[in-house]
């Protein structure tokens, strides 16, 4: 079992494989979503500012969501119908926003 998922984990990163739904696929989805939405997104971002100047706040967080849906719909590839991308895009968009907006005033205003 072990070998199967390296396999589908390697296979998820390259981009000549579609990513088709099962469950492993869709909680490595899901994790990238989240990880990107915390962590991953206002770290590059907060690395973009540091080498270019501050952004802005909306700057900040319309960034956070294009890179996020970027990180889903680009490097993830999820096989979703429209509605479920639609949706996906939506939830992970928002909560991409309301985390780089946290993330901009409780860490990147105070440098």
Do not use: C, H
Not at 11 to 23: E, H, I, Q, S, T
């Amino acid at each position: 079992m072990e070998g199967s998922e390296q396999r589908k984990l390697g296979a998820a990163f390259d981009p000549r494989v579609r990513l088709y739904r099962d469950p492993f696929n869709e909680l490595l989805v899901f994790d990238l979503s989240a990880a990107g939405a915390v962590a991953g997104v206002p770290m590059i971002l907060l690395i973009v500012g540091a080498l270019f100047g501050r952004l802005s706040p909306g700057v900040f967080v319309l960034a956070s969501v294009v890179l996020e849906w970027f990180f889903i719909f680009v490097v993830g590839r999820p096989q979703m119908a429209p509605r479920e991308s639609l949706g996906w895009a939506i939830l992970w968009g928002t909560i991409a926003a309301i985390f780089g907006l946290l993330f901009y005033y409780l860490v990147v205003q105070s440098l």
